[in-house]
């Protein structure tokens, strides 16, 4: 089973919101990733977590906080965006120490 | 200089046509070569894995790898009208020795097959 789940699938929130997106997998996989896509761009790296610990946050601004409750949850905390925060939210995992790395189906964000 | 460059596109071919798609990469220590589809609006799909020199063949898919001359292609062959998408190539960069990795993607090249 190669399936990274997220919800919502769609969120629109207004700029003094808080929402969190959410992530799960059962394939065992240690290493788990957010990414952010605008449209036609490739996905933009924001944080991995390895093991439930953050190993790369890519100097992504602080009204986004990551959450890895546990090895198959993933959690991305959303406070105070601004309208050009909106995007596809993606996450993704794979095993630790190499291969091939799973994408959820992500969520469209729209910030008001 | 990008990291991860592919053949700027979009890139149109007729049905039943070979698709040929490129992507060059920077970084010589770089070991695991990805190509992933992705159709407008959904998330990207893992179409290929590539790890050593040579070819590698999937039905209608064929990566080939030269990291001599950091060169990555995808070839689909007997294009269909549903292989229209874009194309990223991703390159798991060295992230100094970690468990994770951290995957580079191209720009992506526009694929369209038209019947």
């Known amino acids: 089973d190669t399936e990274v789940t997220q919800t919502p699938k769609h969120l629109v929130m207004g700029m003094t919101n808080k929402k969190s997106l959410k992530c799960e997998q059962h394939m065992g996989h240690r290493a788990m990733y957010w990414y952010k896509q605008k449209a036609k761009k490739p996905p933009e790296l924001m944080f991995v977590y390895s093991y439930e610990k953050l190993s790369i946050n890519e100097s992504v601004p602080s009204r986004f906080s990551p959450e890895c409750p546990n090895s198959s949850l993933l959690n991305l905390h959303l406070h105070a965006l601004q309208p050009e925060d909106s995007a596809l939210y993606l996450c993704a995992s794979r095993q630790p120490g190499g291969g091939e790395q799973f994408f959820g189906p992500g969520t469209r964000l729209t910030v008001l | 200089q990008k990291e991860v460059e592919q053949n700027s596109g979009p890139l149109s071919v007729p049905e039943g046509a070979i698709a040929s798609l490129n992507c060059t990469y920077s970084?010589?220590?770089?070991?695991?070569f990805f190509w992933y589809r992705q159709y407008s609006g959904k998330s990207p799909e893992l179409i290929m894995s590539i790890y050593s020199n040579g070819d590698k063949e999937d039905g209608r898919f064929t990566a080939q790898l030269n990291k001599a001359s950091q060169y990555v292609s995808l070839l689909i062959r007997d294009s269909q009208p549903s292989d229209s998408a874009t194309y990223l190539c991703a390159v798991n960069m060295n992230a100094g020795g970690t468990s994770y990795g951290k995957l580079t993607f191209g720009q992506g090249t526009i694929l369209t097959v038209h019947p």
């Open positions: 970084d010589r220590g770089s070991q695991s």
